[in-house]
T-cell receptor, first 116, second 111 residues
């Protein structure tokens, strides 16, 4: 267990409302990632962070923003949720020198988001 | 676009059979990951490799860098091996850029 949690685990919301998902880690990993998983597409990178206040866009970043004000927390925000953002969202962490490799990634349990 | 292709997409086998799942990618990588996901469950890292072969219990992962191809083998398969197996690559250029994933192989092992 790499000490990574996500909250909430399930959320149902309405189109147009803002939503924030939280990823929290206790292992001091440098890199944090947000992915979404959809049938037919698999997992795709939304945004990632390579340090506090350092973030960059991934493959499917439109409609999402992120923030990382502390090493342990990486927030994903949907400013105005749409039905196309219904998905399962996974956070992942990597970059701990104590791991088997700098590139090894550990995944959170996922957040199932439904936008009606 | 850098692609990761997995085959087969779906595989049903009998308990005890030897299973092979294949993964191919298009450009140079720094590492390849094999992940496992049970229905409704989280994602677990099985292997990360950049060359050669790794073994853990009944699972074996190999990679051929020149051919840009990796295989995941399961020996003496068991119904508890039923899951989605996902290949993912970290493209050369640094550890910050995230993984690119295949679409997964749905494996069912029947008793």
């Amino acid at each position: 267990d790499a000490g990574i949690t996500q909250s909430p685990r399930h959320k149902v919301t309405e189109t147009g409302t803002p939503v924030t998902l939280r990823c929290h880690q206790t292992e001091n990993h440098r890199y944090m990632y947000w992915y979404r998983q959809d049938p037919g597409h698999g997992l795709r990178l939304i945004h990632y962070s390579y340090g506090v206040k350092d973030t960059d866009k991934g493959e499917v970043s439109d409609g999402y923003s992120v923030s990382r004000s502390k090493t342990e927390d990486f927030l994903l925000t949907l400013e105005s949720a749409t039905s196309s953002q219904t998905s399962v969202y996974f956070c992942a962490i990597s970059g701990l020198a104590g791991g088997t490799s700098y590139n090894e990634q550990f995944f959170g349990p996922g957040t199932r988001l439904t936008v009606l | 676009k850098n692609e990761v292709e997995q085959s087969p997409q779906n595989l049903t086998a009998q308990e005890g059979e030897f299973i092979t799942i294949n993964c191919s990618y298009s450009v140079g990588i720094s590492a390849l990951h094999w992940l496992q996901q049970h229905p409704g469950g989280g994602i677990v890292s099985l292997f990360m490799l950049s060359s050669g072969k790794k073994k853990h219990g009944r699972l074996i992962a190999t990679i051929n860098i020149q051919e840009k191809h990796s295989s995941l083998h399961i020996t003496a398969s068991h119904p508890r091996d039923s899951a989605v197996y996902i290949c993912a690559v970290m493209y050369s250029g640094g550890g910050a850029d995230g993984l690119t994933f295949g679409k997964g192989t749905h494996l069912i092992i029947q008793p």
